[in-house]
């Protein structure tokens, strides 16, 4: 079988997963002392906890605040209000100046807020790549880079499983499923994003739980709070391979009640052969505002079918070349994947005294994937697959937050218990239609308990730890009929288990002056397998290539990760900048040539991230960031070999040039990388894929109610690739996925 089938059987993570809970929580007591008794302490009004559990550092004027002087009269932020690209975190003033802001983020960590003008302005016309002008984060894209559909983000060097080790969430809420059908960014519409928080590290394991292993990326969506009456916003894009899009938003307020929608529609015929895609999404929310009483409904709808070009095979002992012969084309003219989800999520926050809010929320999320692979000849073959699988998943998640005094010193609490139950079940056989030969069903429930408390030691001293315990229960069940058209294979041997699990975080930051502060962090965190690698554990055949039953077992992947750095805000410029070091037990790994999952022996995680941005003008601001990210084997036949797919070097450069009022604005950015091994190359022999670099410009515009844009993406034409899989048995033999050159986008639309 060629390594291009190899690599879409890998990826045909397209199935489903998901999470039901049920809990409860014990409400702990506080009290405000009066001002005479303690030095006075500033207790924000309730925010909604119900989107974030924690905010990064740069968000200013959150959380508590220990007052110990007058706060300055006049603040200088280098974070410009639109068009700062991705701004990173600071220690700099906030609403009291540096020296009096406590408790935003979890403290010791790096962190970067992307706001909604960030996004407006980017030249990037997807989220993924968005996300990717944060120093570290890499891409890997196996789908043409359509709308940046099931393009995967990388935060620290997981290569091939990013998407297991990145968690995504959504206001505050897990988007990651139990299955390895990576988290889709693009059926989140642009246009419904607030901001965008990541935390980089396994610290967040402690608030949010499994697949925090590299970091937390939450995506904060817009409301409609505290808006006009009556808001509406519409606008419509056009670009190259016949690519349409348009998006709406609107938005009502009346007294304590608000309501949005966001949607979009997008549909391109894609960059290669087998490549279009027709894909909706929709967020619905509705909002009940009070002093002490926060509620929430939010409704979500996404429809995607997408083309599976597969790969562009290279093998120069036969001559073939079709990279340079045929870029655009396909081997798999027939392959494809459409996945259709929904959900509905409620809750509310109540302030039941002064700084103590409790915070209640659950939800349901359904996933629906179908997929069909039918080999590399131009007709269907007998090496076809087609996958149905549907994955439900049920949650509650009540937590409580309390703001207050210990002792003299300001303190903030989270605590809560985090509930899932997903049920999961696929049918997997030759054609749509026949009978199955697998019929897998899997169900999962966890149930954690976490507390994180941050302390204001001084002024200038932010304290705070945290710890979790999770017990993950499995059921899996495979049905195996040998009577079914083309079945080959084994039934999987059932598996009942019970593990427990937990998470650690210790971090401090402490601020020199309103210029300058340092931060660290220790952290430990955990990923439980997910059903798909369940399903391919294997052995699954036996040396004369007859098939072995799988067993559903593989061990949980945790990690050890400490981290230190720097922040520097004064005047028009900011800088961020960390090292920091994790090792890994039994990491979870696909072996391509086996078609089966294993654990890992020991590896390394280690590396370096600076950001930076300075504001020459009030209509000239520059930005930038540079990263090194080593992924290394520690111990085994491969001790001191590359990860594949990770590339060592990364950085990001970008400008923002409001030339007239408005009226005229240039936005350009920056993205480059170093080579990277193949996948599958875990000896490090194979010929690498190449570094390159990317840049994006944007004029745009806006003139009362109107606005307008003109982009240009991959403007010097880099003809690259960021993912290609390396063969296990004929050297210099490799299956390369192209992404596009040169790309056009057309935007205009209104306001009302």
Do not use: C
Not at 164 to 188: P, Y
Not at 368 to 393: E, H, M, R
């Amino acid at each position: 079988m060629s390594s291009a089938i190899t690599a879409a059987k890998r990826r045909r993570s397209l199935l489903l997963a998901s999470s039901f809970l049920a809990l409860s929580v014990s409400i702990a007591h506080a009290q405000t002392p009066s001002a005479g008794q303690l030095p006075p302490v500033d207790v924000n009004p309730p925010t909604d906890q119900n989107r974030t559990r924690a905010k990064p550092a740069s968000d200013e004027g959150t959380g508590t605040r220990r007052v110990t002087r007058p706060a300055p009269t006049n603040t200088t932020s280098a974070a410009p209000s639109e068009g700062s690209g991705a701004s990173s975190s600071s220690g700099g003033t906030g609403s009291g100046g540096s020296a009096v802001r406590q408790f935003n983020g979890i403290v010791g960590a790096s962190s970067t807020v992307i706001t909604a003008d960030d996004i407006a302005h980017s030249p990037s016309q997807t989220l993924s790549e968005i996300i990717a002008q944060t120093p570290g984060v890499q891409l890997t894209s196996l789908y043409g880079g359509v709308n940046g559909a099931k393009t995967s983000v990388d935060l620290r060097g997981f290569g091939a499983f990013a998407t297991a080790n990145t968690l995504v969430l959504v206001n505050g809420r897990r988007l990651n499923d139990i299955d390895m059908a990576q988290v889709d960014l693009s059926t989140i519409p642009l246009n419904s994003i607030e901001r965008i928080e990541i935390t980089r590290g396994n610290s967040g394991a402690v608030l949010y739980g499994d697949n925090a292993v590299g970091g937390v990326i939450n995506i904060v969506t817009r409301t409609g709070v505290g808006g006009p009456p009556v808001a509406i916003r519409g606008e419509a894009w056009a670009g190259s391979f016949n690519q349409r899009m348009a998006s709406v938003s609107a938005a009502a307020n009346s007294g304590p009640w608000s309501a949005s929608f966001y949607g979009n529609g997008f549909k391109s015929d894609g960059y290669r052969v087998n490549n279009a895609l027709d894909q909706r999404n929709g967020i619905g929310n509705l909002n009940y505002t009070t002093p002490d009483l926060k509620a929430f409904l939010t409704v979500t709808g996404d429809d995607q079918k997408l083309g599976f070009p597969g790969g562009r095979l290279v093998d120069p002992s036969i001559g073939l070349d079709q990279l340079a012969t045929d870029r655009r084309g396909t081997n798999t003219p027939f392959d494809y994947g459409n996945q259709q989800g929904k959900s509905a999520t409620a809750g509310f926050t109540k302030t039941i005294l002064d700084g103590v809010d409790l915070i209640v929320d659950g939800g349901v999320r359904d996933k629906k994937q179908q997929a069909g692979f039918f080999g590399t000849t131009p007709f269907p073959s007998f090496a076809s697959t087609y996958v149905d699988a549907d994955l439900t998943t049920w949650s509650i998640t009540p937590r409580l937050s309390v703001k207050n005094i210990i002792f003299g010193i300001p303190s903030q609490i989270l605590t809560g218990i985090d509930y899932y139950d997903a049920t999961f079940h696929q049918n997997r056989g030759a054609f749509r239609g026949f009978a199955p030969w697998h019929m897998y069903d899997l169900s999962q429930q966890s149930i954690a308990g976490y507390w994180q408390q941050t302390v204001g030691l001084l002024p200038t001293t932010d304290f705070s730890y945290g710890a979790r315990i999770q017990n993950t229960g499995l059921s899996a069940r495979d049905r195996f009929d040998p009577s079914a058209p083309f079945a080959f294979g084994a039934q999987a041997l059932p598996l009942d288990s019970s593990e427990t699990q937990y998470a650690l975080h210790i971090g401090l930051e402490h601020r020199f002056n309103d210029v300058f502060s340092v931060f660290g962090r220790a952290a430990r965190a955990f990923r439980t397998p997910d059903v798909d690698e369940r399903v391919s554990s294997g052995p699954a055949f036996d040396a004369n290539f007859n098939p072995i039953p799988g067993d559903f077992k593989l061990k949980t992947q945790t990690s050890h990760d400490i981290e230190g750095g720097f922040r520097i805000k004064s005047g028009g410029f900011q800088m961020q900048s960390s090292i920091y070091t994790m090792d890994l037990e039994n990491e979870i790994h696909f072996i391509p040539a086996l078609f089966f999952n294993v654990n890992l022996d020991p590896t390394r995680r280690y590396g370096s991230e600076t950001s930076a941005s300075l504001r020459l003008s009030d209509s000239l601001l520059l930005r930038g960031g540079v990263a090194y990210t080593r992924a290394v084997f520690r111990e085994g036949p491969f001790t001191g070999n590359d990860v594949p797919l990770v590339s060592r070097y990364t950085a990001t450069g970008g400008v923002t040039w409001n030339i007239w009022q408005n009226y005229l604005v240039l936005d350009a950015t920056l993205r480059a990388w170093s080579e990277r091994f193949m996948d599958n190359d875990q000896a490090n022999t194979q010929r690498r894929i190449p570094a390159d670099a990317t840049v994006d410009l944007k004029l745009s515009g806006a003139y009362e109610h109107f606005f307008w844009s003109v982009g240009v993406n991959n403007l010097l034409n880099a003809l690259y690739y960021d993912y290609a899989i390396a063969s296990t048995f004929t050297p210099g033999r490799f299956s390369a996925y192209p992404l596009p050159g040169r790309t056009y986008m057309v935007k205009a639309g209104a306001t009302f």
